[in-house]
C-alpha cells in the first residue's frame, strides 16, 4: 500500500524570551494502515494517538525544539513506544520543556527514515533554530519543513537561537534546489509549493544584497 500523509491540527501555546503566543500546529502523520511516522506532535498526545489509531508508529520526529512542536512528544512515545529523533543542536530548546527527559535519537542531516515503503531524508536547515531541519519525501513529492519555510516566505527568526541570513541561506542552498512542484508541508497554516515560493525568496535575497 503506498504511503499517504495525514494532517492533524492541534492547538495550544508557544512560549520562548519570556513570551506566550496562541498557535494552532500541524502534525503530519505519514504511512499507511499498518504503519506511521509522526512530525511535529504538538500540544495533545492523546489527539496524535487518535488519528494515529491501531496502527504502529515507527518513529515521531521533531523537526526543531520549540515546545509548541515537541511539548506531547514523550507522552506520544510512551503511549506507542516509538523513539523520538531529534538533532542534537536542538538539546538546549528541548530542554526548555522537557529537563528531564532527553530525545531518544539524534538526527544528523542525509539520515534516511523509512515507513510504509517510503523514505524521508534529513536536511539539516538552520537558521529558524540551529538543529531545525525538513524531511523530504520525493516518492510522495513532498517535503515538510517545519518552521523553516511557510507559504509566504521563511520562518521568523526574531528570537532567541535564530537567524535570519542563515534561514535564508538554509532556503535557497538546501531546499530550492528540490523540484519545484514538490508540495511543502509546514508547521503552521496551509501547504504551498516550492515553485510558488521560489520568487518570494528572490525578493528576501534582492534586498539583503
Known sequence: MTARIERLVT????SLDGGTWDVDNNVWIIGDDDEVLVIDPAHDAQAVQKAIGGRRVTAIVATHGHNDHVNAAPAL???TGAPVHLHPQEEVLWRMTHPDRPADRPL???????????????IHTPGHAPGAVCLYAPALRALFSGDTLFQGGPGATGRSYSDYDTILASIQDRLMPLP??????????????????????RELLAKGS
Open 11 to 14: 492547538s495550544g501555546t508557544f
Open 77 to 79: 512515545a510512551d503511549l
Open 108 to 122: 544528523a542531516d542525509g539520515d534516511v527514515l523509512e515507513v510504509a515503503g517510503t523514505a524521508l531524508t534529513v
Open 180 to 201: 519545484g512542484e514538490t508540495v511543502v508541508h509546514t508547521g503552521h497554516g496551509d501547504t504551498t509549493t516550492l515553485a510558488a515560493e521560489a520568487p518570494h525568496l
